[in-house]
């Protein structure tokens, strides 16, 4: 058995990914903040939802949630920690955790940095990370609730995953954050090649993601940064930049 993770643009620039266990054919949906995209979408792959997984609580992840789940009558998983600030959950979790899809387990990974409560899921079938926006291709969430110390550590737990796994972020920032990312390392080969392969994709109508942590760990200064200090630094100049 194994997950199959499918990016569905919504909003502006985010992504929801529809989830499908290979085995048993369920599905899930991740962050589904548009109610009408994510409906049509699901409706399009043959109309069954099994779980919603929520990464954190703002809007552009969220909203659309209980219209979704009122449609397909399918259970929401969120963090523990931030219950009071997402729709009602039928499974609330914490570092550690396993929640089922059809016959693949993910791992929940607590992430805080981008908000306290944020969380990511990891399905060692088919090797998805869902990881919302914790980790982005060539980039890392902004440090809203969380600190720098957060967030680096977050990203350690992250770059432990195996190097072939699909990292599955909420936005589609990867040409902005090649922008950026080649001041801190101009002189790094993977990550022009990788700056060339977005623009061919985004050219082309394509999403840039998933990456792969491999990718991410030779090409994304935020995950390359030896300490917390030197990623406090980068987070600061990416602020401002």
């Not at 079938?125 to 926006?133: C, M």
């Not at 995953?161 to 954050?177: A, D, F, I, Q, R």
């Not at 101009?186 to 060339?196: C, E, G, S, T």
Request: with cysteine.
């Amino acid at each position: 058995m194994s997950i199959i993770a499918t990016p569905v643009p919504i909003l502006s620039d985010n992504y929801a990914w529809m989830l499908r266990d290979s085995g048993s054919g369920a599905v899930g949906i991740v962050d589904p903040a548009d109610a009408k995209a994510i409906i049509a979408a699901l409706e399009r792959e043959g109309g069954r939802l099994d779980l919603i997984l929520l990464t954190h609580h703002h809007d552009d992840h969220i909203a659309g949630t209980d219209e979704v789940r009122a449609r397909f009558n399918c259970k929401v998983v969120g963090a523990a920690a931030d219950q009071h600030r997402l729709p009602k959950l039928d499974q609330a979790v914490v570092e550690g955790d396993k929640v089922t899809l059809g016959g693949s387990r993910a791992r929940v990974i607590d992430t805080p940095g981008h908000t306290r409560g944020q969380i990511n899921y990891f399905f060692p079938e088919g090797e998805v990370l869902l990881s919302g926006d914790t980790l982005f291709s060539l980039g890392c969430g902004r440090l809203i609730e969380g600190t720098a110390a957060e967030m680096f550590s977050s990203l350690r737990k992250l770059a432990a995953l195996p190097g072939g796994t699909k990292v599955c972020c909420g936005h589609e920032y990867t040409e902005s954050n090649g922008r950026f990312a080649i001041t801190v390392e101009p002189n790094n080969d993977a990550l022009k090649a990788r700056i060339a392969e977005v623009k061919q994709q985004r050219a082309a109508g394509q999403p840039s993601v998933p990456s792969t942590m491999a990718s991410e760990l030779a090409a994304n200064p935020f995950l390359r940064a030896k300490d917390e200090a030197t990623f406090a630094d980068i987070r600061a100049k990416k602020d401002k930049f």
